[in-house]
């Protein structure tokens, strides 16, 4: 097994192992919003944590899903040119396509990379009842977008797209 092989098969499983935990936070999301709704109306006592968490933890679905969901194609897609011009023609477009959302993907994961690194730098904090340093937060969205680019580079060069799960060896 080459080398490349083998980093791709270490993104894939670190793709789906992120899923995964996007996953879990989202158990974790529904189940923190339930108890604030019973909190809140049954028992007359809202959590202070509760709003926080669920948008941090939304933040963290959103960029832990993100590479799963490019490796398997289930991203936002409008493919309305396939009935309109050749095989050929639409391969080459997808290609170029795909180029394009890896040099936007990577382009964005430098930014938020730099602003993560910004806000540990500068020991900035969330604004909300619950504050935690923001980089924490931070730190998702570069990855996401990172390992995104990576998959539509692979896609762009050749790797097909795995729509439907396999189980990961």
């Known amino acids: 097994m ?11 499983r670190l793709s789906r192992l992120s899923f995964i935990l996007a996953a879990c936070v989202l158990a974790f999301i529904s189940a923190a919003y339930c108890y604030e ?31 799963d969901l490019t490796r398997r194609g289930l991203h936002v897609s409008v493919d309305l040119h396939e009935a ?8 080459r477009l997808m290609r170029a396509t795909r180029l394009v959302a890896a040099a936007f993907c990577l382009l964005g994961a430098w930014i938020t990379a730099e602003q993560a690194w910004s806000e540990f730098r500068f020991g900035v904090w969330t604004n909300t009842y ?13 990855y996401g977008l990172l ?19 396999e189980p990961i060896q």
Not at 2 to 12: E, F
Not at 84 to 91: A, D, E, L, M, Q
Not at 130 to 142: A, M, R, T
């Open 2 to 12: 080459g080398i490349m092989k083998g980093l791709a098969i270490v993104h894939d």
């Open 37 to 67: 709704v019973v909190s809140r109306y049954f028992f007359n006592a809202p959590t202070i944590w509760a709003s926080p968490m669920v948008s941090y933890g939304l933040c963290l679905t959103i960029f832990l899903a993100l590479p």
């Open 84 to 91: 309109w011009i050749s095989p050929t023609t639409s391969v």
């Open 130 to 142: 619950l504050p935690i340093p923001k980089w924490w937060l931070f730190v998702f969205i570069p």
């Open 147 to 165: 390992s995104g680019g990576i998959y539509f580079l692979r896609q762009a060069f050749g790797e097909a797209v795995h729509p439907v799960e």
